[in-house]
């Protein structure tokens, strides 16, 4: 079996599916695998933006991007965005579940609706129903050596105790659903890893810490990212780059025998918790 790095580490002629994959870490993740030669479909509810991205993308090169509107707040939204997949691949060999949604808000005054219904759907229920959905197509002519891939990207937040005093809220405003949905795809994470692993595909979740998206445009608005680097023992935030490398990794031949694993991506900030940390 060939270990040189070029080898080790590819994932030319892929097909990936990145929920979304229009901005932030969904767009990184989507970038790095279309620059080495994946075949990559992003999705999400706005048009305009996929399409921009997907421009951007192709572009670069040398893989290919292409969108699927979709709302995956739903099963049924999951199930038509497997089914559009389905019609353009027989074989899908990367997932990563990385739509999302926050919603801060004072302990005494949160919206069921907004603020625990979507936040829940969204980001734990889209994970197992998109999951089961594109299960045929994931496990379709895999190996041991050469298994389907899943990534969950989950947040540190998830392993935190406190659900307020974040500079990525204001004031008073807690994050109570987020912390509480991504605790949850954690632990989804570890079942899908196990239910699949007999069918050779792999799960694994990416737990960020700080990185530029459409959660964190707040506090870096006001905050700036020295701001909220305050406290990180590498004094900044997550960059484009850190994030592809893990999910290059992850979907790589090197990872094939990596599942059921949670890796947490921050610089050491949420084990170090050093004064003024998020």
Known sequence: MNSEAK??????????????G??????????????????????????????????????????SCHYVVADLTTKAGCDSLAGKIKEQES??????????????????????KEGWDKILSLNVKSIFYLTAALTPLLAKDATSFDPGRVINISSVAGFLS????????????????YGTSKAAANHLTVLL????????ITVNAICPGVFPSKM????????????????????????????AGVALFLVSPAAAYVTGNHVILDGSGMHSRLKGNL
Not at 49 to 55: K, P, Y
Not at 91 to 112: D, F, M, R
Not at 218 to 232: R, S
């Open 91 to 112: 074989k899908v060999h990367i997932l990563v579940n990385n739509s999302g949604a926050s919603w801060g808000a004072p302990y005494s005054n949160v919206p069921e």
């Open 7 to 20: 080898s080790l580490f590819g994932v030319k002629g892929k097909v990936a599916v990145v929920t979304g």
């Open 193 to 200: 890893s196990t239910t699949l692993a007999p069918k050779f």
């Open 216 to 243: 964190t445009a707040f506090g870096i608005k006001k905050h700036g990212e020295d701001g909220l680097a305050v406290g990180n023992p590498f004094g900044r935030i997550g960059h484009p780059r850190d994030m």
């Open 22 to 63: 229009g901005s932030g870490i969904g767009s990184m993740i989507a970038s790095a695998f279309v620059q080495n030669g994946a075949k990559v479909y992003i999705a999400s509810r706005k048009e305009k933006q996929l399409q921009d991205m997907c421009e951007a993308l192709n572009k670069k090169g040398p893989g």
């Open 162 to 177: 406190t659900s307020t005093g974040s500079k990525l809220a204001d004031g008073d405003m807690g994050l109570w659903s």
